[in-house]
């Protein structure tokens, strides 16, 4: 009986636990770009990012949120995190919870029937050839992003080897080459990785 009992709470735990109330991604913008660093083998990824977040339930909602930023020996960890709720209404909020090697954490509180554009800004110094942001994590909330919008500028002299998607709209100017791509009913199947030559 106490097996059947056991079995049974663990077939309807991950239920229990995907009914919880949670925030609705809605889309995102992001703009990414390649500096020189300070020293001639050093460039700088710097990355901004508007979020689109809702809360579609009748509660408010207070959850902490897990923003991955893969760093290696090549790759440094993010510095000069920056997080700002554009246009933020009563009750809601946004504040860093912690910074480690793997990325950044943060609690974002958003009151009923509500949405959010959270700005989420960062960088990264980058001594290799590799500059990495995770989009995967996309699709782990349950449907694909209604849009997501993608610029990647270089600064002059700066020229890459690869980028993760095909047909990007180039244009070129006194800031540099300037990459842009449009996406709707966005399910990633590759993170944002560029190659520099």
Known sequence: MKLRLVLC???LLPAML????????????LDFSLLRGASPDTLLWTVRGDFYLSNLHNEALSRLIVFPV???PLIGMASDVKLD?????DSMAVELAGLSEKGFSFRLD???????????SYSQKISGKTAHYVLLTANS??????????TLTLEPG????????????????????????????????????????
């Open 9 to 11: 709470l663990a077939a």
């Open 18 to 29: 995907f009914a919880q109330a949670r925030y609705g991604f809605e889309g995102e913008k």
């Open 70 to 72: 893969p760093s290696t």
């Open 85 to 89: 709720l554009l246009e933020p209404v």
């Open 110 to 120: 958003m009151p009923p029937r509500s949405f959010a554009k959270l700005r989420i």
């Open 141 to 150: 909330w349950g449907r694909p992003l209604p849009f997501c919008d993608i």
């Open 158 to 197: 700066i020229e890459l080897e690869d980028y993760p998607f095909p047909s990007p709209e180039v244009s070129s100017g006194g800031t540099g080459e300037v990459f842009h791509w449009q996406f709707q009913h966005f399910s990633p199947e590759r993170d944002f990785i560029v190659r520099i030559k």
